[in-house]
């Protein structure tokens, strides 16, 4: 399609949203974005800062409902449920359940990495592009569990990560100290080379969103209460009065997408998967490079204005007030491998992750109108995928080939 002579309403100013705005006007087409906060303001802000491709193996796996008890059990545990809140989160934590199989377990695998392959070549452009690329450092990751067992629980997640080409090797005491001098531990210590973390998430997504503003896009700070599509117009409703038309929708609204999706087609079986983060100004300590915690499920992430320990999953409704008491839990958690470490300065933050029962994102035409592409679901590793999923979602609105098989990400892959 002639891309000069089409206007897209780009739909949320996240990860996502932003770079898909970026792409677009970059491949000439006019843009309209649209987000309620400041670009970057959503989840995007918060996350625990990596790009991490090795990460191919889905949430639901075999034997994984084995382990819930002792995760609720936890007061630094994983993961919890608002009980209050079952009756919304039940049926999705059924299809989540439902996909857990060892199918599942190989075509997630074998979809993200399709995905995961591109992310470094797509971030390395999107920051040349953005004049960002001093927010990106290569430290690789280490992962600590406490015990062997534990480590081997969850051992097919980096064998997945391997087959695909993202590799990882067992680290001795010394080698960890050479990585991560402040960290004390010795239990097993791993080492991925293939991640890299960002200095300032939310800087950067804004960066994106600020690039695409500098080359032409508008920028529109409202709500969108209403969308309509058909006969090749898109329509979308503000809570501030106005009503923005155009020729292409790009619905890239992270959790908040399935309110949209419902006016448009129908809800896909996403749920916020809640996460905290506790954002230290002066830790004392200079960690050297992101930590994940296998038994806690959190990480610990060095950004340019301190040290940010974020993660673990609260199933609650989207609209439920935060309980920052997970938040606090995380100091204490991280004071097991930093004994030392300081908490001057310290915030807390809710985020609420878009994740699909599949555990893979959504980027698809709508299966009813063809004027709208859908960008949302990329449940823990939108800010990784953002930059890939927004020459993506260009490569779609243009009739180009993407590259890839799109068909593992499609809105209706449930319902065929
Ligand atoms: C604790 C935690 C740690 C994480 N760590 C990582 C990590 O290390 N690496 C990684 O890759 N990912 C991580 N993630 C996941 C990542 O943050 C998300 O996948 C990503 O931010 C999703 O980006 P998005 O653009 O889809 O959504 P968002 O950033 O949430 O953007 C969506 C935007 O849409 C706007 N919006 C929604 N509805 C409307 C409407 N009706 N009208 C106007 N605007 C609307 C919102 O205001 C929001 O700004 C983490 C998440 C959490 C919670």
Redesign the pocket.
Known sequence: MDSRNTHCLV???????ASCALHLVDAGYRVTL????EPG????Y???????PSQVGPYSYPGVWKNIPRWLLTREGPMTIRWGDLPWTAPWLWRFWREGNAAGVERCGQAQAALMRHVHDDYAAQLERTGQTGLLKSKGLVVLYDTEAAFEGDRWRYDLGARHGFGWERISTAELKRHRPPIQHDGVALYVPSWKHTLDPAKMTAGFAHAAIEAGARWVN????AVIAGDGRVTARLAGGETLEGDRLVV?????SN??AAQLDYAVPMAPK????TMIAEPGLDLGGPVMSGDRAF?MTPLADGLRL??TAEFARLDAAPNYRRAKVLVDSARRYLPDLGAGGATEWL????MMADSLPVISPSPGHPEVIYA?G?????????PTTGRLVTALLSGDSPGLDLSPYRFDRFRR
Do not use: K
Not at 46 to 52: E, H, V
Not at 274 to 277: A, D, E, I, K, S
């Open positions: 739909i949320g100013a996240g990860a996502v949203g649209v987000d309620r906060l303001m959503g989840t995007s918060g996350n625990a800062a990596c790009i991490s409202d709500t969108v209460e890239a609204a992270g959790p908040w309110q949209l809640r996460g905290y983060h990480v974020a993660g985020g609420q992750r878009p949302f990329h449940g823990h590793y939108g800010l990784t995928q953002g």
